[in-house]
């Protein structure tokens, strides 16, 4: 069941909260893809209870009576939150997220916390504290990551919506590898308070949904200024699920020159190219842009997120909260809780940052992938005066073989290639099914200009009332 048929069950007394949400964990209860790190039944059932008590409050609402599952790196007060990590494996917030609240006063009744990779660093949710997701589609492949446990949730048909996070790509790509919809939405448009830092300057949170309308709902509840926030933007708002109904008319689409030199396989590539004769028969006209710079993204990123991780993680040291190794001197204690609380590819990171934050190295690789980095943006903003969206796979690949990390762990980083781009720049972009091929789902991506959600949905909505892959299930 869609977000659409489940909001409109619980509003027109059809079915209650209360039978939504025991549903639904009753599917947490028997899944065996590792999907979930926190059962809330108790709490869940309690919260339907009130929703159910109260009807003509929260029939309105946007999200109302509908189960939502959270990423485990939103805070929730009193309730365990991990971020994938052993660090933080005994860690309950004392406050919420912006974005649970949100979504709590939206009407949504939070049952389970997902799995991810640790910190958000991965893309197959495999580095996570507590073992990796399995992908839906087939349990032996990954869903992708960091956000793959919020990605398979509703692929699996658990909940209807869930809630994940962006840093280079971990919405859109685990949203492409289970046959989804997902989004991240401009940089600053969604609070990041209460969500645990990985890169502060490309994190975003975003929804994701089997279709645009599920996002649209979700983001509607998701999104809105925050002054705890120094990095969200006041803007008037936008009812993206409203936005979804306006006719913006014929389009102007940028394709990306010479896009098979990157390495995308044929598959996507195919889907790609049938997608494009979609976007033309809706009357959209297709324009060759010359984005040569594109590559050099995933060189600026893999500098820049490791910096910043160096120096948010930087606070997880024994003394002050999480994992706390038991030593008899300082210097002990912050090394032997460091090495014991992390993962592998987490310590990988922070030492790269720290190696590229050093005396002798900022200026030759810090300061350098900034420029390049400016670099993008300033490209993208050339690209945006002449068309309205671009449009590209959101992957090279289909759903991967698990352990790809030790055999080629170069190409699992090369996954973000297309992704990336956009966290650089800030830009909002979104990733929705547009093919099926060896039994697994593909994805294709729109990215817009800032502050553009409404004509990314709108669009992809306009595709999906075309076309059937985001009703096909597991």
């Not at 030593?327 to 609380?341: D, H, P």
């Amino acid at each position: 069941m869609n977000f659409r048929e489940q909001r409109e069950n619980f509003r027109n007394k059809k079915i209650s909260a209360k039978e939504a949400v025991q549903e639904a964990l009753c599917k947490v209860e028997n899944d065996k893809l590792n999907i979930f790190i926190s059962n809330l039944r108790d709490s869940a059932e309690k919260r339907a209870e009130e929703i159910d008590n109260n009807f003509e409050k929260y029939k309105d609402r946007p999200l109302s009576g509908v189960p939502i599952a959270h990423k485990d790196i939103f805070c929730t007060e009193n309730i365990q939150t991990t971020c994938g990590s052993k660090m933080l494996s005994n860690f309950i917030p004392p406050y919420s997220s912006t974005v649970t609240r949100n979504c709590d006063e939206a009407g949504s009744v939070m049952i389970a916390k997902t799995n991810m990779d640790e910190f958000a660093m991965g893309s197959s949710n495999e580095t996570s504290f507590f073992g990796p997701v399995g992908n839906p589609w087939n349990d032996s492949l990954v869903p992708g990551g960091s956000s793959g446990g919020s990605a398979a949730c509703v692929a699996a048909n658990i909940t209807s919506i869930s809630t994940g996070t962006d840093t280079g790509g971990s919405i859109r790509q685990p949203a492409a590898l289970c046959g989804i919809t997902g989004m991240k939405p401009t940089y600053g448009l969604v609070s990041r308070w209460g969500m645990i830092a990985f890169c502060s300057s490309m994190d975003q949170a975003g929804p994701f949904a089997r279709d645009a309308f599920g996002c649209a709902a979700l983001l509607d509840a998701m999104a809105s200024y925050d002054g705890k926030d120094s990095t969200c933007s006041k803007r008037d708002v936008v009812n993206f699920e409203n936005a979804l109904a306006e006719d913006f008319g014929a389009l102007n689409i940028g394709i990306i020159k010479n896009i098979e030199d990157l390495g995308i396989n044929n598959d996507v590539l195919e889907a790609y190219e049938h997608s494009k004769s979609v976007l033309q028969q809706l009357g959209h006209t297709l324009k060759e842009i010359d984005f040569s710079e594109l590559s050099s993204g995933i060189c600026s990123y893999y500098v820049i997120a490791p910096a910043e991780c160096s120096s948010n993680l930087s606070r997880f040291d024994g003394v002050k909260y999480g994992y706390r190794s038991d030593q008899n001197n300082i210097s002990e204690l912050y090394m032997k809780t460091r090495s014991e609380g992390f993962g592998d590819e987490v310590k990988k990171r922070i030492l790269i940052g720290t190696h590229v934050l050093s005396a002798g190295f900022y200026d030759a690789y810090y300061l350098k992938a900034q420029q390049v980095r400016r670099m993008m943006k300033n490209k993208f903003e050339d690209i945006f005066k002449d068309v309205d969206l671009i449009f590209m796979p959101t992957t090279l690949d289909q759903a991967f073989e698990k352990n790809r990390q030790d055999s080629d762990p170069n190409r699992m980083y090369k996954e973000d290639l297309l992704t990336i781009p956009a966290n650089l720049a800030g830009l909002p972009a979104i990733s929705f099914p547009n093919g099926f091929k060896n039994n697994l789902p593909v994805g294709g991506q729109f990215v817009g200009n800032y502050f553009k959600e409404d004509l990314l949905l709108n669009t992809a909505n306009k595709i999906q009332e075309v076309t059937d892959w985001h009703k096909m299930t597991p």
